[in-house]
Every structure is written in structure tokens, then in C-alpha cells.
């Protein structure tokens, strides 16, 4: 058996953070490696196909017996609508019972926190448990930034758990330092599925007046999601001109985004979060792989992997800012791309990925 079953928990395509993250890593395991995926997911009702991909309903989980090697791509809320999937972890004890190849797990998510009048703020100790057992049941583990591992570490101190921020959710290209260089630096780009590009427009319209005329927006893209007239209506209210592509190919929007110079990221839904959890979003890996400097709407901490920090983070508040000049923007969007193929490709995911799950070429 030369076959791997990834478990996601919508069927992937488009620019879908988790979606795109097992696409990349099927298509690479398999020219690669030679080791053909099948996906499960609840999002299934029949068996489809998607870029040549055979995707099931969750229910045939229970048949992995045909694969010799299981990825659980874990977000909770993606399971269950309160973030607590009881029934996967039922059915991933029952798979382990009869399965005897490994089963690594990617935390998307560990669990979800809030203040004491939300659901996620009651319910947070069930979500730490499941997260807790299916860290148990694994046999190996992957998180995206240092704040996921040490929690991971303290909830089970002997798991094999390795760190690999999300790579890009796009194509990862080939760039000299003279074409990143070479840009305009009036061209921003706003990248992502439907809420965070909206969450991020707004942000951006609410802070644009502040950015410092050098570097001021005068043409900005809008890139991934499903069609949402609130986009379009935040866009006619910019006052500046701009180009919006709902369901855009990943190539297409690839090729746009090497055009750009600067792109705005309202990823936090709290200003309190950590800088390094940003290293979860696929979108903010596709600014950095395609040499884009990330602004975000508030400053923070530094972000870095053993030691090496990527430059910023840089920011834009209404009293407050930390934005390259077009002389300082080259330099450190290069060094932003280099960063990203030192630590964040999906080369460099797939290796070790392929070394935890004892695979050979």
C-alpha cells in the first residue's frame, strides 16, 4: 500500500487555508514520494474528485485499513459547530484499534478562548481535552508557531510534536532580489478567504489616511474568497482604484501578487494575540513567499523560528506606525522571501513530514 488518507474537515480547493495546506502536501507526497492521497471530510454527501483527488465522506474513515499512513488536519470548529467534534475522536479510537500504519496530526487549532459571555469561553476545557486525546492518539504531530507547541508540550510532555509554520496557500515563486525590487511601491494587496478579506478591508479603509505618502495605496487588490457584496461595497467607498477577484485561481492570483509591494492582514479578531500565531495563516505565508511586505492594523511582538526573526512586525495605527519607506522596502522584502524558504516552504514541510511518517523517496 503505497496510499495515504488525509482527513480535512471541508472539501479542499480554492483558497482555503486548511484546504490548500493538504492539497500542497498531497501533490507533493505524491511526486515526491510516489504516495497517492485520498481525502475524508464531513463536507462530502458522495465520493468527488477535486485536482484529480479522490474525496470521500467522513463515514469511510472507518475503512483506512487500505491506507498505510493517516494526516488528521485538526481545527475543531471545523468538525463540530462548537468546536468540540466528540464523534471524530470516537471514530479515530476505533481507526487506531484496527489500523496499524501511523497517524500524524496538523493542529490547525488547538482549542479556542473568549470572554466569559461566549460559548468558546465554557466550552474551552471539553476543547482542551479532545485536543489533549487526539494529541495521545497520534503518533506524530505538527503545529504552525511556537505558542501552539509549548501549550501542546505542557498538555502531553512525552508527544512527538514538530513546529513548521503554514506555508503558502498559493505558489511559492522563484524570485531574484532585483524582481522584488523592481516594484511599485503605491500597489497593495489584500489576500484570503471572504471573512478575513473583508475583516481586513475594513481595517485597512479605517487606516489608509495614516500611511505615509511614499508608500501610500494608490492601486490595491482584493484576492481569494467566495463573491461578497459587502467587499464590493467597502471597495466603491475606497477612493482609491482597485480590482476585486472572488474565486480567483491560485495561479492567477499568484501572478497578481508578485506585482504587489505591500499587503494589509487584519488576521486577529483580538489585538492581544500573539505576533507568532500569524504563522497559521496561509495567507500570511503567501505575502511573505512572494516578497510582500505584511502591514498589520497593531504592532507586536517579534516573530521568529529558533532564534531567527523575520523582519517586523510592521503596522499602521490611527496615532502610530511602523511602515518601510520605498528605500528601506526592497531590502526587507527580500529578506522576508529568504526567511520564508529558510523556514516556511512547503519543501521543507513536506520533508519533514515525510520523515515523521517514515517515509522514503
Known amino acids: 500500500m503505497n496510499r495515504i488518507l488525509q482527513v480535512v474537515p471541508r472539501v479542499p480547493g480554492g483558497i482555503d487555508g486548511v484546504g490548500d495546506y493538504a492539497l500542497t502536501l498531497a501533490a507533493k507526497l505524491h511526486h515526491k514520494f510516489g504516495r497517492s492521497t485520498v481525502f475524508v471530510t464531513p463536507d462530502a454527501p458522495s465520493t468527488t474528485t477535486v485536482r484529480n483527488f479522490e474525496v470521500r465522506p467522513l463515514d469511510e474513515l472507518g475503512n483506512a485499513q487500505e491506507f498505510d499512513r493517516v494526516i488528521l488536519h485538526y481545527v475543531n470548529y471545523g468538525y463540530q459547530t462548537r468546536g468540540i467534534p466528540f464523534g471524530l475522536v470516537s ?9 496499524r500504519g501511523k497517524l500524524l496530526t496538523i493542529f490547525h487549532e488547538l482549542y479556542a478562548s473568549g470572554p466569559p459571555w461566549s ?18 492518539l497520534s503518533d506524530a504531530c505538527f503545529v504552525s508557531n511556537q505558542k501552539f507547541l509549548s501549550e501542546l ?24 532580489h532585483d524582481q522584488i525590487a523592481a516594484r511599485d511601491p503605491h500597489r497593495w494587496g489584500i489576500v484570503g478567504g471572504t471573512l478575513l478579506s ?7 479603509a479605517q487606516t489608509k489616511q495614516g500611511i505615509p505618502e511614499s508608500v ?3 492601486f490595491l487588490f482584493v484576492l481569494g474568497g467566495n463573491e461578497n457584496p459587502v467587499t464590493r461595497s467597502l ?3 475606497l477612493g482609491i482604484e482597485s480590482d476585486y477577484r472572488p474565486r480567483i485561481a491560485a495561479s492567477d492570483a499568484s501572478e497578481i501578487l508578485r506585482t504587489c509591494s505591500f499587503a494589509w492582514i487584519n488576521y486577529f479578531h483580538r489585538p492581544d494575540v500573539e505576533s507568532s500565531v500569524i504563522l497559521k495563516s496561509s495567507a500570511f505565508a503567501a505575502i511573505c513567499a512572494h516578497g510582500v511586505v505584511p502591514i498589520f492594523p497593531h504592532g507586536g511582538g517579534p516573530i521568529s523560528i529558533n532564534g531567527d526573526r523575520l523582519p517586523g512586525p ?8 511602523e511602515i518601510p519607506s520605498p528605500q528601506e522596502r526592497s531590502t526587507i522584502a527580500g529578506d522576508i522571501y529568504d526567511w520564508y524558504q529558510r523556514h516556511a516552504s512547503s519543501e521543507l514541510l513536506v520533508r519533514g513530514i515525510a ?3 517514515e517515509l522514503s523517496e
Open 91 to 99: 471514530t479515530l479510537r476505533r481507526m487506531r484499534q484496527q489500523h
Open 119 to 136: 460559548s468558546a469561553f465554557w466550552l474551552q476545557p471539553l476543547q482542551v481535552h479532545l485536543s489533549k486525546a487526539i494529541t495521545q
Open 153 to 176: 508540550q505542557r498538555l502531553v510532555p512525552n508527544a512527538q510534536i514538530h513546529l513548521h509554520p503554514t506555508p503558502s496557500g498559493l505558489q511559492e515563486p522563484s524570485l531574484s
Open 198 to 204: 473583508e475583516r481586513s478591508l475594513r481595517s485597512f
Open 216 to 218: 501610500a495605496p494608490r
Open 235 to 237: 471597495l466603491a467607498d
Open 314 to 321: 510592521f503596522f499602521a495605527e490611527s496615532n502610530r506606525r
Open 355 to 357: 520523515d515523521a511518517l
